[in-house]
């Protein structure tokens, strides 16, 4: 499975949009990016995935570059529950998900 | 639905005791995992289940055994805890293929 880096944490004002970079430079052509937070110590909550193409949901948009090696989550407008540890996740198989540190957000007012 | 359930949410045990947490769910999924997370870390998986009757190893899986008799419950034994083990831990459930998983609350458990 591919491995990805993310920036340890980020800042971002609230209601301004938040974009989380992750690098998946050895990412094989059948990998997913997928894109979990998790908000204080509860279970991490799925927000968005994509393969190739950018991806939009009522949550957040994926942007993947066109080499696929890095992506971007996108917060349209950040608000302070946004605030957690957002991780990039590139893998082909459900069964083996390798989670990293993530990226810490803070929104602040 | 009640999505995934675990149980207990926190428990204490002393070195070399066993016990087993429990996970279910309702949303007829195939596939099953548990995780562990320690302390300013992400996820690792443990084991996981393809289906009933079926289990393999993740990435930590020495400390653990699991079972998938049904397709509801997913159950982690811990054989013999040690302070190592003192951990939260986290099962999730998914149908398979490129869709979601769905996490549990988590169990927070302490080994003395």
């Known amino acids: 499975d591919a491995k990805t880096t993310q920036p340890p944490s980020m800042d971002c004002a609230e209601g301004r949009a938040a974009n989380l970079p992750c690098n998946h430079s050895t990412i094989s052509g059948n990998e997913y990016v997928y894109w979990y937070r998790q908000i204080h110590s509860q279970g991490p909550q799925y927000i968005i995935h994509g393969l190739k193409n950018n991806e939009t949901n009522e949550m957040a948009s994926l942007i993947i570059t066109e080499d696929r090696k890095s992506s971007t989550l996108i917060l349209p407008h950040a608000t302070l529950r946004d605030t957690a540890v957002y991780y990039c996740i590139a893998f082909y198989n459900n069964n083996d998900m390798r989670f990293g540190a993530g990226t810490r957000l803070t929104v602040k007012p | ?112």
């Open chain 2, 1 to 112: 639905n009640a999505g995934v359930t675990q149980t207990p949410k926190f428990q204490v045990l002393k070195t070399g005791q066993s016990m087993t947490l429990q996970c279910a769910q309702d949303m007829n999924h195939e596939y099953m995992s548990w995780y562990r997370q320690d302390p300013g870390m992400g996820l690792r998986l443990i084991h996981y289940s393809v289906g009933a009757g079926i289990t393999d190893q993740g990435e930590v899986p020495n400390g653990y055994n699991v079972s998938r008799s049904t397709t509801e419950d997913f159950p982690l034994r811990l054989l013999s805890a040690a302070p190592s083990q003192t951990s939260v831990y986290f099962c999730a459930s998914t149908p398979g293929g490129e869709n979601e998983q769905f996490f549990g609350p988590g169990t927070r458990l302490t080994v003395l």
